[in-house]
């Protein structure tokens, strides 16, 4: 049986659909065009922005926070090598009888009756009870020639 033979069909198909409602670029549309189409919003780009600024801000806190703490450290470093280098112009101008030897440990006094600097093998604690120097520091003898302050200040 041939279409035309068919008495209640018609010729040709006839869409219900009203053309005003119906598209012929379906996937260009900004919402779902079917009933399980996925859902489309349109991105929210202040939040976006908002989310952006969050992390860069983050970001660069954490940046920041690290040169602080390099900062500090390298303060620290640049104070403990000033002290090095007063504490080994005190020594080198004090009295030494005796070549220091490099990374052995030695003692700076002050005597009492003048006020002349001394570089000592003896600890305080070997003086007994009267000795005759203030013990101002206990030192190291670098490689680099200077003083490292084992206890004491300059």
């Not at 012929?24 to 939040?47: F, N, Q, S, W």
């Amino acid at each position: 049986m041939s279409k035309s033979t068919e008495p209640n069909k018609p010729d040709a198909f006839v869409n219900p659909i009203d053309k005003d409602k119906v598209t012929e670029t379906p996937g260009l549309l900004p919402y779902a065009h079917t009933a399980g189409g996925a859902v489309i919003r349109p991105e929210d780009k202040g939040r976006i922005r908002g989310n952006a600024m969050v992390a860069m801000y983050d970001q660069t806190d954490r940046q920041l926070e690290q040169l602080r703490q390099q900062m500090e450290t390298l303060m620290a470093q640049a104070k403990s090598l000033g002290e090095r280098v007063s504490m080994s112009e005190l020594i080198y101008q004090a009295d030494i009888p005796f070549k220091p030897v490099i990374h052995h440990i030695y003692h700076l006094y002050q005597r009492k009756k003048d006020g002349k600097h001394v570089l000592s093998m003896v600890s305080p604690a070997e003086w007994g009870n009267n000795p005759p120097y203030e013990h101002l520091a206990t030192v190291r003898l670098l490689g680099d020639h200077t003083w490292e302050i084992l206890e004491g200040s300059v």
